[in-house]
């Protein structure tokens, strides 16, 4: 099966403060559970663009002088699409430009790429085509519309997030409900140290459970995607 790139990520990793996995930090761009160095304050036109700073201010100890300057230069890339809504990366090239302009000093970050498998696409387009003219492509559909193969050099496999996607461009990772450990044993499932899925053999009787809202996940596309890291942190 071909994987295919869905989205990079540069993250903040928290502790989750809640169920059995309670202070683990889990390895997913879900921003439920993790903070994004590129997220809607980055860009000048959005709500939390231009009111909502103080909560990056502090996360990230960064000035309104620094915000300025993400934004400027993120108003651009993303017209340019290579970034995407809501807190995307549509290529390595731009996530490095990013994190060395802006967060050069940082240690306290991931970088992963989320990748989808090729008979996921199709419906994955469909869902998510904007219906009116107004409604801008979430980061994720844009990025699967260029179909960019999954990267083999400098990137390392560590396991699979169960995701669900919203119309938003966010997505809920499993570990965001309470079930999740019911999902692992009803499935026979392991986790690794980062929180993810090690490799299974069952995973469309997976995605079937966790697409049935009968089941306690909420009512939106659940799809089960490839995580990797880059390898060496260093050449970013």
């Known amino acids: 099966m071909n994987y295919y790139l869905g989205a990079y990520h540069l993250l903040k990793l928290k502790p989750l403060d809640f169920g059995k996995f309670k202070g683990q930090k889990v390895l997913t761009g879900s921003r439920c559970l993790n903070e994004s160095y590129f997220d809607a304050w980055s860009l000048s036109w ?12 502090k996360e990230f100890n960064i000035t309104d002088a620094q915000i300025k300057e993400i934004q400027q230069w993120s108003d651009i890339k993303f017209n340019d699409k290579h970034l ?3 807190n995307t990366f549509n290529d390595i090239e731009t996530l490095r430009e990013y994190k060395i302009r802006f967060f050069d000093n940082i ?5 992963i790429g989320i990748y989808f498998p090729e008979n996921s696409i199709q419906g994955f387009i469909d ?3 904007p219906q009116t003219e107004k409604t801008g492509e979430i980061g994720i559909l844009d990025c699967l519309k260029k179909k960019s193969p999954e990267r083999i050099e400098n990137e390392e496999l560590i396991g699979y997030d169960l995701i669900g996607m919203e119309f938003s461009g966010e997505y809920h990772s499993f570990h965001c409900y309470d079930n999740a450990d019911e999902m692992i044993n009803k499935f026979g499932l392991t986790l690794n140290e980062r929180g993810l899925l090690n490799e299974f053999d069952n995973k469309q009787d997976l995605l ?8 306690g996940l909420p009512f939106v596309p659940w799809y089960l995607v490839k995580v990797k890291t880059i390898k060496a942190h260093n050449n970013v």
């Open 127 to 129: 869902e998510f085509e």
């Open 208 to 215: 079937e459970y966790a697409n049935n809202p009968d089941n």
């Open 84 to 86: 995407g809504w809501i």
């Open 46 to 57: 959005t709500e939390d663009g231009m009111k909502n700073l103080s909560e990056p201010k």
């Open 107 to 111: 240690t306290d970050f991931e970088i």
